[in-house]
């Protein structure tokens, strides 16, 4: 009788299984179709000089306007996107998007742009990143590059040689989610990041346990030591930002500051107004 429920057990998993295989090859061959048609779209938040509170730049972060499913956040189909191969194409249209974007505002403000680890390992990498400048005409030192740690992971050396040559074009590097790794202090040693940015893991926890305020004063003064400016990302209240103030971070990130939200043209489509603080 055991090993009957066991079995079960084991065909209840199995069709749990075949069914959530099924889900994202579906959900690969839509995100094929949305990649070409359109159905991807940015959002921007802002980066702000943590003294003063000025906007100093915007981070690009992509949706998927799916017809049935509605609007999807990048956990629920970068994932997929990774597994397939799809994040080569996606990747590129974010960054051409991005550049685009930023080519055209008022301000020539800094805009960051997330790269996949299987981005940073495609040796053609560089070439794409100097092609999109030229084509978009935003000056490459507006450009910032957010890589994860666990980006390096694999095959170091050539994630490292794409680093330097993406350097040598003039746009800055800037490591996102700064501590959640396993190799944070190593990384840091190995290439001269120009940011690093305290996981929002960190910061949500300030006022709430002792270790995490140690842990971002510690990242803070690392920063310091290392001639390399800290952004603190996921700041919510105004007595996390007024800590990062105090604590000399140089710039912040999060729904204290201003929600992302779709350019004002997009505006019809997504009603930025309900969730952007700015
Ligand atoms: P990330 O690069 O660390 O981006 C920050 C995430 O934190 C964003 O989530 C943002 O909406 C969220 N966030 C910002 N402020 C706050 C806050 O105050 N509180 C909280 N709780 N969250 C905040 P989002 O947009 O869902 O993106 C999640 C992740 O997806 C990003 O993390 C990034 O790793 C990835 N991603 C987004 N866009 C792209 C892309 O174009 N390409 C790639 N490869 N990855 C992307
Ligand atoms: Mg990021
Ligand atoms: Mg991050
Ligand atoms: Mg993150």
């Known amino acids: 009788r055991a090993k009957d429920s066991g079995r079960g057990v084991y065909a209840f998993f199995k069709r749990e299984m075949d069914e959530s295989i099924r889900e994202r090859r579906g959900l690969a061959r839509e995100l094929r179709e949305a990649i070409a048609t359109d159905e991807l779209v940015l959002h921007y938040q802002p980066l702000a000089r943590a003294e003063d509170g000025a906007v100093c730049g915007f981070e690009a972060l992509v949706r998927w306007r799916h017809p049935v499913r509605g609007l999807l956040p990048p956990m629920e189909f970068i994932p ?136 971002v004063r510690a990242v803070l003064s690392l920063g310091r030591s290392l001639d390399i400016p800290v952004t603190a990302e996921g700041v919510e209240t105004p007595e996390q930002l007024e800590f990062l103030r105090a604590e000399a971070c140089a710039e912040v990130q999060g729904y204290a500051i201003g929600r992302p939200a779709p350019l004002a043209a997009d505006e019809e489509e997504a009603p930025a107004r309900l969730t952007s603080h700015r």
């Open 80 to 215: 997929i996107a990774e597994e397939s191969g799809l994040i080569l194409p996606l990747g590129e249209w974010v960054l051409r998007q991005a550049c685009a974007d930023a080519a055209a505002w008022d301000n020539p403000l800094r805009i960051a742009v997330n790269l996949s680890p299987v981005q940073l390992h495609q040796p053609d990498l560089p070439a794409l990143v100097h092609s999109v400048l030229v084509e978009t005409g935003l000056n490459p030192s507006r450009l910032e590059l957010e890589i994860t740690e666990t980006a390096l992971f694999k095959d170091f050396q050539r994630a490292l040689g794409n680093l330097r040559r993406l350097k040598a074009l003039g746009v800055r590097i800037a490591m996102d989610d700064f501590g959640t790794g396993f190799s944070s202090l190593s990384t840091l040693q190995s290439f001269p990041f120009d940011k690093i940015k305290i996981d929002k893991s960190f910061v949500e926890n300030i006022h709430r346990h002792d270790r995490a305020t140690a842990i």
